[in-house]
């Protein structure tokens, strides 16, 4: 086990509502990313956080933002859903700044099913 | 361009046998990091390896064995004596800031 823990492990919701994905982070480790993976696909970076606030977005809509706390949990809000967003959401625990032996863990993921 | 190709999607071998994972991958960046993930049908990603870029030394980790040979851009994962419990989605991976990902190959690993 990771210690990266994710909740839920999986929902339905239906389209146009919103979603909100929870993620502790490993201990130790001050970073979350969250990932996007549609079936059959790698990962998608979404968003990083770093000190609770956003270092990093990929190519996704403003109707996905997050969030990170001061105990460095996160999570990943989906407002006005789409049938595509179904998909696996992964969280990813590391640390920053890059040191000798850093690496990034995963949860094991929450998986939405838009319909 | 930051990218990284693993061409085989699919491959299937009998128990026992050898069998090697490709990666190549594209930046413009002189320190980068490279990674291996192993995802089982539960999902969960299964941290293998990482390797900076400053460090050619290929590594061993029981069965698993890594080449990584920055003349070429690859960083291909060798599974020795393959067991049905190698069986998954394994992705290759590039970080500068953000993690980019190989589109995955899955191993099938037959009895």
């Known amino acids: 086990e990771t210690g990266v823990t994710q909740s839920p492990t999986h929902l339905i919701k239906t389209r146009g509502q919103q979603v909100t994905l929870r993620c502790s982070s490993q201990?130790?480790?001050?970073?979350v990313s969250w990932y996007q993976q549609a079936l059959g696909q790698g990962p998608q970076f979404i968003f990083q956080?770093?000190?609770?606030?956003?270092?990093g977005r990929g190519n996704f809509p403003p109707r996905f933002s997050g969030l990170q706390f001061p105990n460095y949990s996160s999570e990943l809000n989906v407002n006005a859903l789409e049938l595509d967003d179904s998909a696996l959401y992964l969280c990813?625990?590391?640390?920053?700044?890059?040191?000798?032996?850093?690496?990034?863990?995963f949860g094991e993921g929450s998986w939405l099913t838009v319909v | 361009a930051q990218k990284v190709t693993q061409a085989q999607t699919e491959i299937s071998v009998v128990e026992k046998e050898d069998v090697t994972l490709d990666c190549v991958y594209e930046?413009?960046?002189?320190?980068?990091?490279l990674f291996w993930y192993k995802q089982p049908p539960s999902g969960e990603l299964v941290f293998l390896i990482r390797r900076n870029s400053f460090d050619e030394q290929n590594e061993i980790s029981g069965r698993y064995s890594w080449n990584f040979q920055k003349s070429t851009s690859s960083f291909n994962f060798t599974i020795t004596a393959s067991q049905v419990v190698d069986s998954a989605v394994y992705f290759c991976?590039?970080?500068?800031?953000?993690?980019?990902w190989g589109a995955g190959t899955k191993l099938i690993i037959k009895p």
């Open positions: 956080y770093y000190r609770e606030e956003e270092n």
């Open positions: 990813a625990s590391s640390f920053l700044p890059e040191r000798t032996g850093n690496t990034i863990y």
């Open positions: 991976a590039l970080k500068n800031y953000q993690l980019i």
């Open positions: 930046t413009r960046d002189t320190t980068y990091y």
């Open positions: 201990s130790g480790h001050n970073t």
